[in-house]
């Protein structure tokens, strides 16, 4: 049987959730109301990106500047060569922006990676949206996600394959629900607590290869 990991990108490969850090920098208190707004599901993520990009007020060249200064999880990277030593495939899932997560990556010649993410294009500093993995008919969660990680996982076990699920927030919740093995920190570790979700608790990479070596040798 086939494996696949799937991991989130903010706050599990990359230190901190970018697009956190990037909007409390450039909007400030602002973003806070935008964000518990989508945290209660009152708006969903295309409304929350739209409402925050509007109230930027510095050029794309600024932004990537700042892209410039996130750094990833270190042992990332060997995460990534027990994969390809197992013969796992590896996708990450955000709902985030594929602008920074490809932009990050390849500073450290990890832009080969597959991404299923929402993506922005800017005409000067307008940002134009697009949102090519939303299912705003999934019941889970109404439709609230710009990326339906749970629609992912669930079309890679329709294939037949094992799934690994990597995450630490809420928009990681459902898809972990349908994984066959997830590593969960942050909200995730306390979503899948509160409705008995079984998992695997971590702190970084490190802790998921000495998992799958002791458990998986």
């Known amino acids: 049987m086939k494996t696949v990991v799937l991991c989130d990108f ?26 518990e707004q989508w945290d209660r599901g009152e708006i969903n993520t295309p409304e929350a990106l739209e409402k925050c990009f509007a109230l930027l007020r ?16 270190p042992s990332f990277p060997a995460f990534l060569r027990l994969c390809q030593e197992r013969g796992y495939d590896f996708y990450i899932l955000s709902d985030g922006l594929t602008w920074y997560i490809e932009r990050i990556l390849k500073r450290y010649g990890l ?63 459902y898809g972990a629900m349908e994984a066959d093995l997830v590593f ?4 995730l570790r306390e979503h899948c607590l509160a409705v008995g979700q079984p998992f695997v608790p971590f702190h970084d990479f490190d802790d998921i290869i000495g998992f799958l070596r002791e458990k998986e040798p």
């Open 10 to 35: 903010d706050g599990t490969i990359a230190l901190g959730d970018v697009m956190d850090g990037l909007f409390a920098r450039y909007i400030g208190p602002a973003y806070q109301g935008i964000y």
């Open 58 to 73: 510095v050029t794309p060249d600024e932004l990537n500047r700042y892209l410039d200064g996130v750094l990833i999880e």
């Open 111 to 173: 832009d080969h990676i597959p991404i299923f993410a929402n993506t922005v294009s800017f005409d000067g500093s307008e940002a134009h949206f697009s949102f090519p993995w939303r299912n705003e008919d999934c019941k889970p969660c109404g439709g609230v996600c710009g990326t339906c990680k749970r629609d992912i996982v669930l079309s890679f076990k329709r294939k037949g394959a094992r799934v690994i699920y990597i995450g630490d927030g809420l928009s990681d919740r």
């Open 184 to 187: 969960a920190k942050g909200r």
